[in-house]
């Protein structure tokens, strides 16, 4: 097996041990366990020959330059930041193997028609802020100012946070690579989808990412004692959202074939076993392939909540915190992806939509986009039970070889 196969699962581990959380793998943007994520990941970059930088939001980018004058940029990436409870390869993966990429260039001293950028984002799941892509929206140049204000569960706001990577967080905003300078992007990323497993395949191409929409639900009722407060007479917040709740799931089963809605973070108020809810908050996340028929969903269960709350006379707030289109991958890019997994003897690679966002989504804005998906075991993903075998990570780094130097013949 290729040498670099067994230092890829040894940093998976390493990085996997970086939390938080002593029971289980969780880093969010931000905290301590993502900055020593951070510096891990600069020493494996320099260990590689790149040259680093670190940029205002946290993320950081390995640089391998090209001599060609004008030279636009190549960018492999993925992300650090990981959910509560994580796994180790959702993100790690397509960032350590982007390092062993560039390595094995920069040990060749190849001449590169483009500058190689392998980029760590500081933060795709949003899990702290509830605003997904942080890293890549900045260096996409879509960095939006009103996220500064936006807070943690702990009240702390996004620009306070920030001042943990940069001094100057409106230097953001400097830190993108303008459009006109990409080539395009690339990225590698276990599928966290069943697919592969079904058919038993290590890899694929991905078409295209679904969109998606979050939504923050804020329920506001009445505290009162719950000994002393008749049922009749009461204004339970939380009864108004678990009512809800049970809709979104009607909701996303009756269209099962074109959508997924999920609620999966709640708060209450006061959160005490003998106080009736007086404030529920929840996130809404609704995705589909067919950003039309999102869109009309979103409506039908705002509607439904509405009703919901003027039947309980709950108060309600419907704040939508992102949208993200659906975003296709780059025809041209994919046909190379396509052609270096047939070099490596793979005929007829299948191709799936994605219905997890990726920073590709971001990146789309600016780039064309490509993306591999690698197999992991049972479609299982944000737990802790994540896996990719060495046989299909060793595949993806042919294929991303192959891949590399066809982007080269053809730059
Ligand atoms: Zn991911």
């Known amino acids: 097996m290729d040498i670099r196969v067994g230092r890829i699962i040894n940093r998976l581990e390493q990085l996997g041990s970086i939390s938080d959380n002593s029971d289980c793998l969780s ?3 931000g905290t301590n366990a993502h900055s020593k994520a951070k510096d891990l990941l600069v020493l494996w970059m320099q260990q590689a020959g790149l040259k680093v930088l670190c940029d205002n939001i946290g993320n950081v980018r390995g640089i391998y330059k090209s001599n060609v004058e004008n030279a636009k940029h190549f960018v492999i990436g993925s992300h650090y930041d990981t959910v509560f409870n994580a796994g180790k390869f959702d993100g790690p993966l397509g960032i350590i193997m982007g390092i062993e990429i560039a390595q094995r260039l920069i040990k060749e001293n190849k001449d590169l028609p483009f500058h190689l950028n392998i980029i760590s984002f500081s933060d795709e799941e949003g899990s702290r802020f509830n605003t997904a892509y942080l890293g890549s929206s900045a260096l996409a140049g879509e960095f939006k100012q009103d996220w500064l204000l936006r807070k943690d569960d702990s009240g702390k706001t996004l ?3 920030i001042r943990n990577y940069s001094e100057n967080f409106e230097a953001i905003f400097n830190d993108k690579i303008p459009k006109q300078d990409w080539l395009g992007y690339y990225e590698i990323h276990i599928e966290q989808g069943p697919v592969l497993c079904e058919k038993d395949l290590p890899i694929c191409l991905v078409s295209s990412i679904a969109s998606q929409t979050r939504i923050n639900v804020n329920w506001q009722g009445v505290s009162g004692h719950a000994g002393t407060s008749p049922m009749n007479l009461r204004y339970d917040a939380l009864c108004a959202a678990s009512e809800f709740i049970l809709e979104v799931e009607k909701t996303g089963t009756a269209y099962q074939d074109k959508l997924v809605a999920t609620v999966g973070k709640m708060n209450v108020l006061s959160n005490t076993s003998n106080v009736i809810p007086e404030l529920v908050c929840h996130s809404l996340d609704v995705r589909s ?6 869109n009309q969903i979103t409506d039908l269960l705002q509607k439904k909540a509405k009703q919901i ?7 309600l707030k419907w704040e939508i915190m992102q949208t993200n289109p659906a975003v296709l991958c780059d025809n041209q890019l994919k046909d190379l992806l396509r052609k270096s997994i047939n070099k490596i003897g793979i005929t007829n690679p299948i191709e799936i939509p994605s219905g997890a966002g990726h920073d590709a989504v971001m990146i789309s804005k600016v780039a064309p986009i490509s ?3 690698v197999r992991c075991k049972d479609g299982i993903s ?7 075998s060495p046989e299909d990570i060793e595949v993806s780094l042919k294929v991303s070889d192959q891949f590399l130097e066809e982007l080269i013949k053809v730059n």
């Open 27 to 29: 880093r969010f943007f």
């Open 159 to 161: 620009s306070d946070t």
């Open 289 to 294: 392939a067919d950003e039309g028929f999102l």
């Open 309 to 315: 709350s003027e039947k309980r006379n709950i108060g």
């Open 371 to 373: 993306m591999l998906f």
């Open 382 to 388: 944000h737990n802790p039970e994540e896996y990719a």
